[in-house]
Nanobody, 125 residues
Framework: QVQLVESGGGLVQAGGSLRLSCAASGRTLSSLHVGWFRQAPGKGREFVTATFCGGGPTYYTDSVKGRFTISRDNTKNTVHLQMNSLKPEETAVYYC??????????????????WGQGTQVTVSS
């Protein structure tokens, strides 16, 4: 089975930056489509960004375009999420997710099969 682990969360002030990392065991991440989601208190899990394996495109939810960047470091078998100019409303638990093949979409939690436990990101005013 595939196990994913997120790291890099923490407390930052508004306007600050964090870099999250997603590592995998049981599977090479370069062979998976990988997405990032976030879940704020009392809300559902929201799509943030995704990267397709095999040199496919990347996608971002509109609210993070120009500020967040998803990238792969295949030598370390990790996927990163660079988050700049963070806003307090982006306080949430951030999850990475993986899937071998997309079925219909890539923006919903049900589109992914493998999940990490999440890492807390807190953005203070």
């Amino acid at each position: 089975q595939v196990q994913l682990v997120e790291s890099g969360g923490g407390l930052v002030q508004a306007g600050g930056s964090l870099r999250l990392s997603c590592a995998a065991s049981g599977r090479t991440l370069s062979s998976l489509h990988v997405g990032w989601f976030r879940q704020a208190p009392g809300k559902g899990r929201e799509f943030v960004t995704a990267t397709f394996c095999g040199g496919g495109p990347t996608y971002y939810t509109d609210s993070v375009k120009g500020r967040f960047t998803i990238s792969r470091d295949n030598t370390k078998n990790t996927v990163h999420l660079q988050m700049n100019s963070l806003k307090p409303e982006e306080t949430a638990v951030y999850y990475c997710a993986g899937v071998e093949s997309y079925r219909t979409n890539y923006k919903r939690p049900d589109d992914y099969d493998y999940w990490g436990q999440g890492t807390q990101v807190t953005v203070s005013s």
